[in-house]
Nanobody, 124 residues
Framework: QVQLVESGGGLVQAGGSLRLSCAASGRTSSNYAMGWFRQAPGKEREFVATISWNGGSTSVADSVKGRFTISRDNAKNTVYLQMNSLKPEDTAVYYC?????????????????WGQGTQVTVSS
């Protein structure tokens, strides 16, 4: 089992920044690829970013490219999502997720463990 706890969400004005953290615990969490997804009100959950087990491979959605960065610190068992130049359309609940393999994935069905989510609200 892997337990995931997100933090760092909140209310921010458009153009501002937030850094989300996802603290992982449990069996060999540092050996797994991780991802961030988000779900806006009335919409399906969508992929945001993913990172391989050692941080050597990352990918972000086109909608956040150039604004969001995913990183990880395996010594702290934590994955981060740095969000800059935030827009009102970034408003959503952001979820951290863990795979049970090393490599990245855009497919939420390939993630075995999920956090409870953290709310991000961007005001215009």
């Amino acid at each position: 089992q892997v337990q995931l706890v997100e933090s760092g969400g909140g209310l921010v004005q458009a153009g501002g920044s937030l850094r989300l953290s996802c603290a992982a615990s449990g069996r060999t969490s540092s050996n797994y690829a991780m991802g961030w997804f988000r779900q806006a009100p009335g919409k399906e959950r969508e992929f945001v970013a993913t990172i391989s087990w050692n941080g050597g491979s990352t990918s972000v959605a086109d909608s956040v490219k150039g604004r969001f960065t995913i990183s990880r610190d395996n010594a702290k068992n934590t994955v981060y999502l740095q969000m800059n130049s935030l827009k009102p359309e970034d408003t959503a609940v952001y979820y951290c997720a863990s795979r049970t393999v090393l490599g990245i994935s855009y497919n939420e069905g390939s993630y075995a463990y999920w956090g409870q989510g953290t709310q991000v609200t961007v005001s215009s």
